[in-house]
């Protein structure tokens, strides 16, 4: 079934009604060397890029994301503050300090560090030692940590993100996807806007040596300020990042990567063109129809549909033919139906990725129909319901 072409869309987007099929393939707009990648625009949530997205695959360094969320709700809460301390242990310094052998603050065997400077030992060096001290200090081992971790990450929709240790050295069970990365960058930049600046910090010293930010996207000049690098030998090189650009701010997350020089490239290469090649427009405007539904057994056999504001959608600035949209719904929708009522969804493509999901609403009230109407409507959906 077809439903008609409305006027804001006129021109610009392919139109139709899909019930229960899934939606048809569709070439990307932009190709990358990476094997999963997750790019969302900030503010409204449009995903403008999705590559293998949900594949479960180590975090590696990039655990610290999660590490920092714990540490900054705690702050916010006011169970910690930035001037608390907390003693470097031998373990931590074992596994994480100078003898590990691994990225390092260097901080010493049973000092007392400053919760300010293991942040940003954390987060501009990606120091173990850091991250264990913390875990240590907050949980009595790292173990109780990691599940605090997985926990809050449940707590702000990370559904499949699952912590072993603070630090993202490799450990059976530790998982993430680069969707949940991205979403996670994104908590992190909205929710503690004080804190989320330590990602922009270009270097660190301490213990008398200076270390520069591990994420090479600060020092190529195009509006990025975080977040963080990580390797595997099974996920390959990864990063999640952001940039900000003329009003527009993205946060992307790849991994899969061969070396940290592509990582370097790849990254630049999306992120530049995620803020530079879509524009911000309203296709609907507040209480503007947007389609209608077909109604079972109802004094109408039409439903018009709503969403609860205004509708905007990120453009491709070109290839606009990339992009289409489709009104989802479980259907035909049986009377009575309530105004306001929810009954499906307005799902937008760019490419073969889905970039938005609007819910849709029932912009009227529609009463049960007169016997002729419900027998005339069970005739048609006999005729037609097994197509669906």
Not at 170 to 195: I, K, S
Not at 246 to 257: D, E, K
Request: glycine residues 10%; contains cysteine; aromatic residues 8%.
């Amino acid at each position: 079934m077809q439903l008609r072409l409305l006027q804001p869309l006129a021109g610009l987007l392919v139109f139709g009604l899909l019930l229960f099929s899934q939606a048809p393939v569709r070439a990307q707009l932009f190709e990358t060397k990476a094997t999963q990648v997750f790019m969302i625009d900030a503010e409204t949530g449009t995903v403008l890029f999705s590559k293998d997205a949900d594949k479960l695959i180590p975090p590696a360094s990039m655990a610290k994301l999660m590490t920092m969320e714990v540490v900054f709700n705690a702050i916010k809460s006011g169970r910690l503050k930035l001037d608390d301390t907390f003693v470097v242990s031998e373990n931590a310094w074992r596994k994480g300090g100078a003898p590990s052998g691994t990225s390092t603050m260097f901080a010493k065997l049973k000092s007392a560090v400053r919760l300010e400077d293991l942040i940003q030992g954390v987060v501009v060096q990606a120091a173990n030692d850091g991250c264990i001290v913390i875990a240590e200090g907050m949980s009595g081992s790292e173990d109780s940590f990691a599940a605090q971790m997985t926990e809050r990450a449940r707590q702000i929709g990370l559904k499949t993100s699952t912590f072993v240790n603070s630090t993202g050295l490799p450990a059976d069970g530790q998982q993430t996807t680069v969707r949940e990365l991205a979403q996670l960058a994104v908590h992190l930049w909205r929710d503690y806007p004080n804190f989320y600046r330590y990602y922009g910090q270009k270097d660190f010293t301490w213990n008398k040596i200076s270390q520069r930010n591990r994420n090479p996207l600060l020092a190529m000049d195009i509006g990025a300020d975080g977040l963080a690098v990580g390797a595997s030998e099974t996920s390959g090189f990864g990063i999640v990042g952001s940039v900000s650009h003329n009003g527009t701010r993205v946060f992307a997350a790849m991994s899969g990567l061969a070396s940290d020089k592509e990582r370097a490239e790849e990254a630049r290469k999306l992120l530049d063109w995620g803020v530079r090649s879509f524009e911000k427009t309203e296709i609907f405007a507040k209480d503007e129809i947007v389609g209608e539904a077909q109604v079972f057994g109802g004094a109408k056999s039409g439903l018009m549909l709503k969403a609860k504001g205004p509708i905007d959608i990120f453009l491709p600035i070109t290839n606009r033919d990339k992009l289409t949209a489709r009104i989802v719904y479980n259907g035909p929708v049986a009377a009575p139906v309530e105004e306001g009522q929810p009954v499906g969804a307005l799902r937008v493509w760019i490419g073969d990725t889905l970039s938005q999901e609007t819910p849709l609403f029932a912009a009227e009230s529609i009463g049960v129909g007169t016997l002729p109407q419900r027998a005339l409507d069970a005739v048609k959906e006999l005729a037609v319901g097994w197509l669906r």
